[in-house]
């Protein structure tokens, strides 16, 4: 019979699934018994490890005590007031606003709309053009399949929607080039600060920063994606301090409550609030029916004084240099060609290897007992920022027997 369940990124046709029953701490486990590190943090998001008491401990009570409600005027929830405040107190906006929402690819979608929207506030309506970054990754609902910068995500789907142009993820002169051409329509740039599910790619040196000058001497706003990047990942609360540039936007999802619920958002800073609230008659016609739903705020207040009481943020250190130097050691070696990163992500670009190969050596591993994703010829690493030194060895050790094993055949 055929399965009910379409899995995401799949083949309609295939059978091949691991099913999932159990996790704690840096582990799951499956119906057979069998264990796995999880080396990718569920899917980039898992900060505090799994199966963490406090946070389960603090949905349940939010759920006893008021187990939903919207969002929309003229209601509200002390709850969702005092995760958005919270979120804002780690942000770069300190007197920035949040809006809530239920997924990294419902935040893109929020700040495409606020980069058109901003604009007709100020009486700019002709800036409309939207610049995308080849190599970007930013959710698959129809905003963010149109800003993807990996074409075999966006292709396919039909005419998605217009006025978007894309920049070389390298090269800042190609974005010098596009501002140059079309100035004043330009409404602004969506990019992640290191992209992730692209291959993780930190910025060229200088990238950033000339992205902040061209949005600033053409009047655009700048948004990061930091869906991935964001809640101590790099060894700050978000990547925006890490590599100190500061957008106008920031979108965020996955470590905001390390999975336990389904929340997204956008930070605005105080520029952008500043045109939303100068109208007293203007009505922000946006939201989704769970924005700020009670039981993911309390997830996102537990999870984020979790990372602050524990020192997660600054454990990010830790792990990506222990991470790192094993990878970079087995660059040393041939295994692997590349070895990039920051903070507690990364990825070690396997030798000649094609993206197919990629595949076959992450299924290694997983048969190996480790949880990865391969991109490209490429295998990544997101782990739990609560990981202890020996699972992070294991998976190093781990990544370079399925190399040797797969490549030697």
């Known amino acids: 019979m055929i399965p009910a369940l379409l899995h995401a990124f799949s083949k309609p046709t295939s059978e091949n699934f691991h099913t999932l029953v159990r996790s704690e701490g840096v582990r799951v486990w499956d119906d057979k018994g069998n264990e796995y590190i999880d080396g990718l943090g569920g899917l980039w998001y898992c900060q505090i490890g799994h199966g963490r008491p406090e946070l389960i401990d603090a949905i349940t009570e939010q759920l006893q005590k008021m187990s939903s409600y919207h969002t929309f005027a003229p209601m509200g929830s002390d709850v969702s007031d ?12 300190p007197d920035g606003r949040v809006f809530l929402c239920c997924s990294g690819s419902e935040s ?28 970007g990754y930013h959710g698959v609902n129809i905003g963010g399949t149109t800003m993807q910068g990996i074409s075999a995500n966006r292709e396919g789907w039909g005419e998605l929607f217009p006025n978007v142009i894309e920049i070389d993820p390298t090269n800042i002169e190609s974005a010098a080039s596009i ?11 969506v990019t992640e600060p290191l992209q992730g599910a692209g291959g993780v790619f930190p910025p060229p040196s200088g990238y950033l920063e000339g992205l902040r000058r061209l949005c600033n001497d053409y009047g655009a706003l700048l948004v990061f994606d ?3 990047t964001g809640f101590g990942r790099t060894g700050n609360w978000f990547a925006s301090d890490t590599y100190g540039v500061k957008p106008d936007i920031i979108t965020f999802a996955k470590g905001v409550t390390s999975g336990y619920q389904p929340l997204g958002g956008v930070l ?8 939303l609230e100068s109208d007293p008659d203007f009505t922000f016609m946006h939201g989704y029916t769970y924005s700020g ?22 454990r990010a250190e830790v792990i990506g240099d222990r991470l790192s130097g094993g990878l970079k050691a087995l660059e ?14 990364w990825a070690a670009q396997v030798t000649d290897a094609s993206t197919e190969q990629g595949l076959v ?30 699972d992070i060895d294991s998976i190093i050790d781990t990544a370079a027997k399925a190399v040797e094993e797969v490549t030697a055949k």
């Open 82 to 93: 005092a995760a958005a405040e919270r979120i804002r107190s780690v942000s770069p906006f």
């Open 108 to 135: 893109i979608d929020t700040a495409i709309k606020l980069l058109r929207k901003i604009p007709i506030l100020r009486k700019q309506s002709e800036r409309q053009i939207i610049l995308r970054r080849g190599r």
């Open 179 to 189: 501002f140059a051409e079309y100035g004043e329509q330009i409404a602004g740039v």
């Open 226 to 228: 930091e869906v991935i």
């Open 268 to 275: 605005l800073s105080r520029t952008v609030c500043d045109v």
């Open 293 to 314: 739903h009670p039981a993911a705020s309390a997830a996102a207040i537990a999870n984020i004084n979790i990372i602050e009481d524990e020192g997660l943020v600054q």
């Open 332 to 345: 040393k070696d041939g295994i692997f060609s590349e070895v990039r990163g920051v903070g507690a992500i």
């Open 361 to 390: 050596i992450r299924d290694k591993m997983t048969e190996m007992g480790v949880i990865c994703r391969a991109i490209n010829g490429a295998l990544a690493f997101c782990p739990p920022l609560v990981i202890e030194e020996n």
